[in-house]
């Protein structure tokens, strides 16, 4: 079964005659007998997945990458962090995804929380199943756990991913840019609630 590592800004795919799917233009160097082709937005789902993914404006373009060897993925010098998921969903900004493991149903669930707040239109899609799925952020990723009775609040363009048993709501009033008279329309968090992980990055889009 296909295994990846993140070496900091760089993704490690061992390849052992199987198949990953990974950002379209995001292989950066190959050892031993590899092929590529366009898997499409979203690389499977079937033509309704499809058609949500173009309502939704997704802009994930993904490979196939198949055989034997190591495939060596990077995307745009940002940082890159493999999430493993056993028979469990994680909801994710879509320009985030890098790759994933066979195994792995990609599908969209509504238009992405930074369109929500900025109108930029763009797609949030779960990932869901047994396997691993690799994310790019802008810094480090950090992981912040949401349990119950303890709200967690999240600048949307600080938000990445969560997993878990969340409920999200978008709550209007005073953030953090607004504060310092940086915000260029209604001010929007997000506030988590339930149990599992929210993922952040440090620096805003």
Same mark, same amino acid.
């Given at each position: ?106 599908? @969209?669930?509504?238009? +992405?929380?930074?369109? /929500?707040?900025?109108?930029? *239109?763009?797609?949030?899609? &779960? =990932?869901? !199943? ?29 938000? @990445?991913?969560?997993? +878990?048993?969340?409920? /999200?709501?978008?709550?209007? *009033?005073?953030?953090?840019? &607004? =504060?310092? !008279? ?24």
């Amino acid at each position: 079964m296909a295994s990846l590592s993140a070496h900091k800004k760089m993704l490690h795919a061992d390849l052992t005659g199987d198949t990953i799917r990974a950002a379209q233009g995001s292989m950066v160097a190959y050892t031993g007998q590899v092929t590529f082709k366009n898997a499409g937005m979203g690389g499977g789902g079937g033509l309704r997945a499809a058609l949500r993914q173009r309502v939704a404006g997704e802009s994930i373009n993904l490979m196939e990458c198949q055989g034997q060897g190591r495939v060596y993925i990077a995307q745009s010098a940002l940082d890159v962090t493999v999430v493993g998921l056993s028979n469990d969903k994680l909801t994710v900004e879509s320009e985030h995804i890098l790759a994933v493991t066979d195994g792995l149903k990609l599908d @969209v669930q509504f238009s +992405g929380l930074r369109g /929500m707040t900025s109108g930029q *239109g763009l797609a949030t899609t &779960s =990932v869901s !199943g047994t396997g691993q799925c690799a994310i790019t952020s802008d810094g480090p990723l950090i992981g912040l756990a949401v349990v119950p009775g303890q709200p967690l609040v999240v600048d949307p363009d600080a938000y @990445v991913a969560g997993t +878990g048993n969340l409920q /999200m709501n978008l709550v209007s *009033g005073v953030t953090w840019r &607004s =504060v310092m !008279g940086e915000s260029g329309g209604e001010p929007f968090s997000l506030r988590f609630e339930g149990q599992g992980t929210v993922y952040i990055q440090p620096a805003e889009r």
